[in-house]
């Protein structure tokens, strides 16, 4: 994946492309500290998400860890728009229950977590 200017490198350490093995999103989860992979196409618009829930379904149905991130990925994330306020965010990971919230411009290319 060839970086896109205003992407920082920490966020970029949590992208992943849909046709990579598990087995990279497992070393995304475990050294990306953020508990969350953002799975992302060339121009970083976010496909889907993967989480250690994600994973261990995974396991749980003996799916390879050579197999596609895309099989196993949440292809409907929880989100929130560049713009939103502090107060709406924190809402929105309440009313969800997530761990992590990717915040996502109008072409839905990630920009923060």
Not at 1 to 6: D, L, S, V
Not at 69 to 87: D, H, K, W, Y
Request: glycine share 6%.
């Amino acid at each position: 994946m060839t970086p896109r200017p205003g992407m920082n490198d920490s966020l970029r350490k949590l992208c992943i492309g849909v046709d990579a093995p598990i087995t990279t999103a497992v070393a995304v989860l475990t050294h990306g500290g953020h508990q969350i992979a953002l799975i992302v196409d060339a121009a970083d618009r976010l496909l889907g998400i993967v989480t250690d829930y994600d994973i261990r379904q995974a396991i749980l149905k003996n799916v390879e860890l050579t197999t596609a991130v895309g099989t196993v990925m949440q292809r409907s994330p929880i989100v929130a728009r560049v713009g939103a306020s502090e107060t709406e965010v924190a809402a929105i990971i309440r009313r969800h229950k997530v761990a992590q919230l990717p915040i996502v411009d109008a072409d839905d290319r990630v920009v923060d977590i």
